[in-house]
């Protein structure tokens, strides 16, 4: 698979993870979505904390103190009378009783709650239904008719936790033989807006001009304003007692519940493993109160698929197209990128998936990561270990950038090509030991290798003694013909300092030839794949440098084609040297010797 093909292929890898990723989020495996609940929660928590409450809505706790003073729990009713007694005087706007009265106590205590209900005309008494296996209502847990009777309202208590146990969701309406029963908090908020009818729609409770968002069964989603305690409290046995003062019940909207760990009505929120209920229904009616809804509807599961596909394919195409240093600090700022904005979004009330949009990153960075190493990372090692000792560290990172510059195989180019050889190597070897040859010669190739490569050009081999280089490739170069020639020239004064370093040492020094030509070859990786290969330029004009190189020895100094003066006369001085016909050739061509380079105002004369 070629780069490119790949670069083609990475945003359909990105979208089939993140494919897979939407089937999985429909899904709805328990794993994830458990930890996706549990982000809910850390939002809750950890992220957005304690919001402003409605401060209408106090607690009328049954709590430890309260049982410590008015005796074990469950109390006479003749405590709830004086409450009820109590708080209507005080002129509460409603009050609403999250306890049940299912069995007589006596008719006497049981008529006087009575009368004290009716009179109030402010009181709701709490219901409880059970379930069958296929989730309808099987049964009703009625209170004694002669309370039912008397209240103003009669609203279920039921509570619906997530399999992990944390009440999230609650009914605010639960349909029973014709009839709707409302929950405690929704009736609360009936009351306090002053609406006694509600209509149930397939995803919303409308009360009055307010439209609660639901799920298909009426669930609506909690929008907790804080941990416990965020609400007002009053002791029930303070109440009773005549403790509280009238005024701080007034025009208040009051839930009476238990709230001592003894009576067991603890529940687990996202703010708390031990939330009283009453608790919770004072945040569903606040929530209702002020319209702060939660919402994971529509527009919200709209929402994660696009964000799922838009991360899988993105992530993929910053993980393939950018080295590893650079796009895994990317993936990270665009996962946490997404985190802030899904907590944003929290904050304005809309619960938008964390896991699954994370996931898709984590599996599109993963898959994207494997193939780039694989097919993209592997190719660039390979050129750079075929390139880096032969060409610029500039023309290896641009191969690298697009590895098809070098593929196998060879395509036509024109390029300058020269040859330097070492006059009378043969008879200076014969005179030498190999030890000091060799030293001297790696002392020569390396400075001529390093000359090359500063000039940009690609050092092809050592033939011997020779040196074969050029340019033009595998990079294209606009200036190649300029870039050669100033580099034989500065090869002839290195050779010079080298020279004068050898006669130092007391070593005969070495001299040169160089032959410069430019014109047509074929350039590419040529050899067996998996074998031997190499990249390399072939064709007649190479051959053809290689024999002019022996005519610079007459000058000393390089040698240039006609074709190549053509293309730097006006950057050059050379001399005209005539026509010469090498070995391979008919016809004769010109050849110049090269002196220098003009000055820079000479060159535009």
Same mark, same amino acid.
């Given at each position: ?14 979208f ?39 401060r209408d ?82 049964s ?14 009669i ?13 999230r ?9 014709g ?20 209509e ?5 409770v ?32 303070d109440?009773?007692?005549g ?12 839930f009476v ?6 009576i ?6 996202? =703010? #708390?493993?031990?939330? /009283?209920?009453?608790? &919770?229904?004072?945040? +569903?009616? %606040?929530?209702? @109160? ?11 599961k ?6 799922i ?29 997404y985190?802030f904005?899904s ?43 075929? =390139? #880096?000792?032969?060409? /610029?560290k500039?023309? &290896?990172?641009?191969? +690298?950038? %697009?590895?098809? @510059? ?20 043969t ?20 400075e001529m ?54 006669? #130092? ?8 030839g ?22 390399t ?12 190189q022996?005519?610079?020895r ?48 000479n060159q535009?004369?």
């Amino acid at each position: 698979m070629s780069p490119k093909k790949l670069r083609y292929i990475t945003p359909l890898l990105g979208f089939l993870m993140a494919a897979f990723v939407v089937v999985l989020y429909y899904m709805q495996t328990g794993f994830l979505e458990g930890f996706e609940a549990r982000t809910h929660d850390m939002r809750f928590k950890a992220m957005r904390g304690p919001v402003e409450h409605n401060r209408d809505i106090v607690i009328i706790a049954i709590d430890d103190r309260s049982v410590a003073e008015l005796g074990r729990f469950p109390w006479s009713r003749e405590f709830f009378r004086e409450l009820i007694d109590f708080a209507s005087n005080a002129g509460a706007k409603a009050v609403l009783l999250d306890v049940f009265f299912p069995e007589k106590e006596s008719t006497e205590v049981d008529g006087r709650l009575a009368s004290s209900i009716k009179n109030s005309g402010t009181i709701t008494l709490a219901t409880a239904f059970e379930f069958g296996q296929d989730g309808s209502v099987a049964s009703m847990i009625h209170n004694i008719p002669v309370l039912a009777r008397s209240a103003r309202n009669i609203a279920h208590i039921n509570v619906f936790p997530d399999e992990d146990g944390v009440i999230r969701w609650t009914r605010l309406v639960i349909p029973y033989k014709g009839k709707l029963y409302p929950s405690l908090a929704l009736t609360a908020a009936m009351e306090a807006m002053g609406i006694d009818e509600i209509e149930v729609r397939d995803y919303g409770v409308v009360l009055g001009s307010k439209t609660i968002p639901t799920d298909i069964d009426a669930g609506m989603l909690i929008n907790y304003t804080g941990p416990p305690g965020t609400y007002e409290r009053f002791s029930f046995s303070d109440v009773v007692k005549g403790q509280v003062a009238p005024g701080q019940l007034r025009d208040k909207v009051i839930f009476v519940g238990a709230t001592a760990i003894g009576i067991y009505d603890m529940r687990v929120t996202p =703010f #708390s493993n031990n939330s /009283s209920g009453v608790e &919770v229904n004072a945040n +569903v009616a %606040d929530n209702i @109160l002020r319209g702060d809804f939660m919402q994971r509807g529509g527009i919200e599961k709209l929402i994660d698929l696009l964000s799922i596909v838009a991360l899988g394919i993105v992530v993929s195409l910053i993980t393939v197209r950018l080295r590893a240093s650079v796009s895994f600090p990317l993936v990270l700022i665009l996962a946490a990128g997404y985190v802030f904005f899904s907590y944003l979004m929290f904050v304005a009330g809309r619960w938008l998936s964390m896991v699954y949009p994370i996931l898709t990153v984590v599996l599109s960075y993963s898959v994207a990561a494997y193939l780039r190493f694989f097919y993209l990372d592997r190719k660039a090692n390979e050129i750079r270990s075929m =390139f #880096s000792s032969y060409v /610029s560290k500039k023309v &290896v990172d641009e191969l +690298v950038k %697009d590895p098809e @510059l070098a593929r196998i195989g060879g395509d036509s180019r024109v390029v300058t090509i020269m040859f330097a050889d070492i006059k009378n190597y043969t008879t200076y070897s014969e005179k030498r030991s190999p030890q000091d040859v060799v030293k001297t010669l790696n002392d020569y190739l390396a400075e001529m290798t390093n000359v090359i490569i500063e000039h940009e050009g690609t050092l092809d081999k050592f033939l011997g003694d020779g040196i074969l280089a050029y340019w033009g490739a595998p990079l294209e170069q606009e200036d190649h013909t300029e870039l050669a020639v100033r580099c034989a020239l500065e090869m002839i004064r290195r050779m010079e300092g080298l020279q004068r370093k050898w006669v #130092s040492e007391g070593t005969e020094p070495l001299s040169f030839g160089i032959g410069i030509n430019t014109g047509e070859v074929i350039a590419g990786n040529i050899g067996a794949k998996g074998k031997k290969m190499e990249y390399t330029v072939i064709g007649d004009n190479v051959n053809l440098t290689q024999r002019i190189q022996s005519e610079s020895r007459e000058v000393n100094c390089p040698v240039i084609t006609d074709a190549l003066y053509e293309r730097v006369k006006h950057i050059v001085v050379t001399e005209p040297m005539g026509a010469v016909t090498v070995k391979g050739k008919h016809i004769p061509f010109n050849i110049y010797a090269l002196k220098g380079i003009r000055s820079e105002e000479n060159q535009h004369a």
